[in-house]
């Protein structure tokens, strides 16, 4: 498979996984470390228990290893506009250069 | 204000008001009993969980659209014989932390229920029918939650998974799971475990897992991918 597809395959994995999962994949979802995903394996992921700093941002990442290659794929924004969590913790954060998150750099460390 | 400005200002509020409006949301609230025979007897142990869950508008496309939920209760406990505790969490026993959000529909959608009429895709009528149906059920063994022990109730770390069918191996002989029943009701969650566990509240707090760690999880052992959450859910 071009990798390419794969990424992409990846990237709309972590949207499956961890709590509030948009698709019942099995009865767990499970994202538990060595799982395998194709040629790619599960290597870490933030905490999806209630009360964590990632899930009280409304916040999902799951890092696999394919190869020598780490992909960090990561979702958030899913809350209603303006009025939701994102509007506390996604991107108006951005906007004032209050970075109160770094996910991908926090996996890939 | 400019006239545009004025425009714009009011067609963001109706935008807001629309998406607002197109929030679903609705609320189960049921008993979990477990009940286990020892030697002494018949012990049970129960716990009432809340779930409100609300499903958010698909904006600005259909693949934005996701039911989130808030749950509030506690793990069923169950004291048995020599001052030990089994823990039914709010996990499965798999590690699905949505496990309370999930239960009853995907048991209803296994074995449906003639008391109960609900309709693919309309999750939240479905909620209101079967909340007002006020029925009650058995959860077969791959329905369980995870149930867990501590070598040491003091000591987070000493948490031990427990198999249903194993329970005189982890507390005894003749000490065996009987069954985990499921009933509607409109009782209020608890608090209790705070009593028997009172570390939790400590550990909610600073979003610990049992083994202290917070943040990147990297391993699967069990005392890193629990948090109070699995024990205690607040509002």
Redesign the interface.
């Known amino acids: 498979m071009d990798s390419r597809v794969f990424r992409a395959i990846l990237a709309m994995d972590s949207y499956n996984r961890?709590?509030?999962?948009?698709l019942?994949l099995s009865?767990?979802?499970?994202d538990?470390?060595?799982l395998q995903i194709g040629l790619a394996s599960v290597?870490?992921?933030?905490?999806?228990?209630?009360?964590?700093?990632a899930r009280s941002a409304?916040f999902y990442a799951i890092a696999y290893t394919r190869g020598s290659e780490t992909v960090v794929s990561y979702r958030g924004?899913?809350?209603?506009?303006?009025?939701?969590t994102d509007a506390q913790t996604g991107w108006p954060q951005q906007k004032r250069g209050q970075y109160t998150f770094s996910p991908p750099a926090?996996?890939a460390a | 204000m400019t006239r545009r400005g004025f425009l714009l200002g009011a067609a963001g509020a109706a935008l807001l008001a629309s998406l607002a409006g197109c929030v679903q949301s609705e609320s189960l609230r049921y008993r979990v009993t477990v009940e286990v025979d020892t030697p002494q007897g018949l012990r049970t142990g129960s716990s009432v969980w809340h779930v409100d869950s609300q499903a958010g508008p698909a904006f600005p496309g259909p693949e934005a659209a996701s039911i989130s939920s808030n749950i509030r209760g506690e793990a069923v406990t169950v004291d048995l014989p020599g001052g030990e505790t089994l823990f039914a969490l709010m996990r499965g026993a798999g590690g699905d932390v949505d496990y309370p959000t999930q239960l009853v529909q995907r048991h209803l959608a296994e074995h449906p229920d003639p008391r109960v009429e609900t309709t693919p895709g309309a999750w939240a009528e479905n909620r209101r029918r079967i909340q007002r149906s006020g029925i009650a059920f058995e959860l077969t063994e791959d329905e369980y939650p995870m149930l867990v022990r501590f070598r040491d109730r003091s000591d987070p770390t000493t948490v031990e998974q427990v198999e249903p069918g194993d329970l005189d191996e982890a507390f005894g002989p003749g000490v065996r799971l009987r069954r985990i029943t499921v009933e509607m009701t409109q009782e209020s969650p608890t608090q209790d475990i705070i009593g028997i566990l009172p570390w939790l509240d400590e550990y909610a707090e600073q979003g610990r897992r049992l083994n202290g760690n917070s943040g990147i999880i990297t391993t699967n052992e069990l005392a890193d991918n629990l948090g109070s959450g699995s024990f205690l859910r607040r509002p």
């Not at chain 1, 961890?18 to 948009?22: E, S």
């Not at chain 1, 009865?27 to 499970?30: H, K, Q």
């Open positions: 961890g709590y509030d999962a948009g019942r009865s767990t979802n499970s538990e470390i060595g290597v870490a992921r933030t905490d999806s228990v209630e009360g964590s700093d409304s924004t899913d809350t209603i506009p303006f009025i939701g926090a996996l």
